[in-house]
């Protein structure tokens, strides 16, 4: 289940709900009992192996010779 960050405008207190995609837009009130929230825009990694020790890998070269304009076989 997705988990959504919310910071509370009252406190300033920052938590997080898990819930279903479907009420992803519900407001939520946070553990003090505020109700005046605000939900938080995530940032998610997604990446290759850099952070992990190794290094990212390169995508491959294309092949060489032609197919068409993007192959340089159009001259």
């Known amino acids: 289940m997705p988990r ?6 009252a406190c ?8 279903p995609m479907s009420d992803s837009a519900a407001p939520a ?3 003090q009992g505020h109700g005046d929230t605000v939900k ?5 990694a997604v990446g290759g192996g850099a952070g992990r ?18 192959g340089g076989g159009c001259c």
Do not use: M
């Open 12 to 19: 300033a207190a920052t938590f997080e709900v898990s819930r």
């Open 29 to 31: 009130s946070c553990p």
């Open 40 to 44: 938080l825009l995530s940032t998610v």
């Open 53 to 70: 020790g190794g290094a990212a890998q390169a995508a491959p070269a294309p092949a060489a010779g032609g197919g068409g304009c993007c």
């Open 4 to 9: 959504y960050e919310f910071r509370c405008r």
